[in-house]
């Protein structure tokens, strides 16, 4: 069982304050990060991932060691999605993996086989001999995933994995984040309810750079103050004035 502890993180930008004080403890499991927007929601990935750095005062622990001070061997750990990465149309999806493993330092004499198993996770390996350009939209946030998967992270971060898909891609894409869930830790962020609702352990909600609801889905759904209350009707509640 995997812990990621993080206490007391800021970060603002000039007078911008993007993240307040946020304190969070993940084990191994989903958690859906959920807010609009500028909620704060890339700001706090990016720390994780150490992209960008973070106000003094806080910290960030994986397994009681502090993640600045374990370095490269902290990012090791992660898998990360980032929302926006460029894909090569020209390029077949086991050539652009195996190109990324080779930038995340994988041994040239295993990215032939490292390659192969992340494509069969996201069951693209039918395709893998095929151009990325003819792929779908869900077919290419699944190489996205598959190159996350590189080296069998303990910390998989996916920023908004279903941006742009139809609803029947977006369903293909949960059931495999589900199906990866064993043994690791699993941060989807996303402003789309339904993308979270039915696979996470737990729902985080940011608004303004602070968690405003932390909590399992039921937890949530209770808090809307009805009977049959869901978690879409929650969100409507903390975010509507920002729609």
Not at 11 to 23: E, V
Not at 42 to 58: A, E, P, V
Not at 64 to 83: C, H, V, W
Not at 207 to 219: D, L
């Amino acid at each position: 069982m995997s812990e990621l502890k993080i206490e007391n993180l800021s970060k603002h930008y000039g007078s911008k304050n993007a993240l307040n004080n946020i304190s969070l403890i993940l084990t191994d499991g989903i958690y859906g990060l959920l807010g609009p927007n500028g909620a704060g929601k890339s700001t706090l990935m990016n720390i994780i991932t150490q992209n960008i750095t973070f106000d003094k005062g806080g910290s960030i622990e994986w397994n009681g060691e502090n993640t600045l001070k374990m370095g490269a061997d902290f990012r090791s750990l992660i898998g990360f999605m980032p929302q926006q990465q460029e894909l090569y149309p020209t390029f077949t999806a086991e050539r652009f993996v195996g190109y990324l493993a080779a930038l995340k330092g994988i041994p040239s004499k295993e990215i032939s086989s490292e390659v192969s198993r992340v494509l069969s996770l996201v069951e693209l390996d039918h395709c893998a001999n095929k151009k990325i350009g003819g792929f779908s939209g869900g077919m290419k946030q699944r190489v996205l995933i598959a190159q996350a998967l590189l080296g069998d992270p303990k910390l998989l971060i996916l920023d908004e994995p279903t941006a742009g898909l139809d609803p029947k891609q977006r369903v293909i894409v949960r059931r495999l984040i589900s199906s990866l869930s064993k043994d690791k830790i699993i941060i989807v962020s996303t402003h789309i309810v339904s993308d979270i609702e039915s696979i996470a352990d737990k729902v985080i909600m940011i608004r303004s750079g602070e968690i405003i609801e932390n909590g399992t889905v039921n937890e949530l759904c209770a808090k809307t103050e009805k009977d049959g209350g869901t978690l879409e009707d929650l969100y409507m509640l903390r975010y509507g004035d920002q729609l």
